[in-house]
T-cell receptor
Framework: QKEVEQDPGPLSVPEGAIVSLNCTYS??????FMWYRQYSRKGPELLMY????GNKEDGRFTAQVDKSSKYISLFIRDSQPSDSATYLC????????????FGRGTQLTVWP | AAGVIQSPRHLIKEKRETATLKCYPI?????VYWYQQGPGQDPQFLIS???????DKGSIPDRFSAQQFSDYHSELNMSSLELGDSALYFC?????????????FGPGTRLTVT
């Protein structure tokens, strides 16, 4: 069983919709939670990271972490066709050095 | 803004051949991570280096070796290539004094083994 589970989708929404992407995890040692966006045949692009439980907002993106439920979410408001990509959640235990543990990624399509 | 540079971007090799992938981190980044991403899969950690020393090792085959040089660039050497080694290989770098939650990925090297 993977340490990080993510529904691969695909998810298809109309432009302007609110998108909700989610991951669950099993390792309680995870402290930092990241969201990456990956366009086809490109490298993952770091969108935002969150430490421990709570919310973090950056423009149209909001990340939420619920450590008690081992559940994280990324919300995209006013979604745009340019948001069409695969979104990967990633987690890490410590802060200094360490490998990322990724979810499988959710493929999102925003249609005009 | 400067990004992680990887070369080559595409590489085609035959079974049992050798390949060398290179990674040039963002300036003032001293930690490098290597990940392998198979088709439709999430990136899997291979190995990492901090200040030219190996800092962590993941599911990297013994046929693979890597190092980080004095200018912080890193090379992944892959020998006796197998069909299953065909994948996207990403390098990520981390800023000096930064946290592992700030890993910035390069565009990847697509390796095809025939």
């Amino acid at each position: 069983q993977k340490e990080v589970e993510q529904d691969p989708g695909p998810l298809s929404v109309p432009e302007g919709a609110i998108v909700s992407l989610n991951c669950t995890y099993s390792n309680s040692a995870f402290q930092y939670f990241m969201w990456y966006r990956q366009y086809s045949r490109k490298g993952p692009e770091l969108l935002m990271y969150t430490y421990s439980s709570g919310n973090k907002e950056d423009g149209r993106f909001t990340a939420q972490v619920d450590k008690s439920s081992k559940y994280i979410s990324l919300f995209i408001r006013d979604s745009q066709p340019s948001d069409s990509a695969t979104y990967l959640c990633a987690m890490i235990g410590g802060s200094t050095l360490g490998r990322l543990y990724f979810g499988r990624g959710t493929q999102l399509t925003v249609w005009p | 803004a400067a990004g992680v540079i990887q070369s080559p971007r595409h590489l085609i090799k035959e079974k049992r051949e050798t390949a060398t992938l290179k990674c040039y981190p963002i300036p003032r980044h001293d930690t490098v991570y290597w990940y392998q991403q198979g088709p439709g899969q999430d990136p899997q950690f291979l190995i990492s280096f901090y200040e030219k020393m190996q800092s962590d090792k993941g599911s990297i085959p013994d046929r693979f070796s890597a190092q980080q040089f004095s200018d912080y660039h890193s090379e992944l050497n892959m020998s006796s290539l197998e069909l299953g080694d065909s994948a996207l290989y990403f390098c990520a770098s981390q800023p000096m004094g930064g946290g592992a939650y700030e890993q910035y990925f390069g565009p990847g090297t697509r390796l095809t083994v025939t």
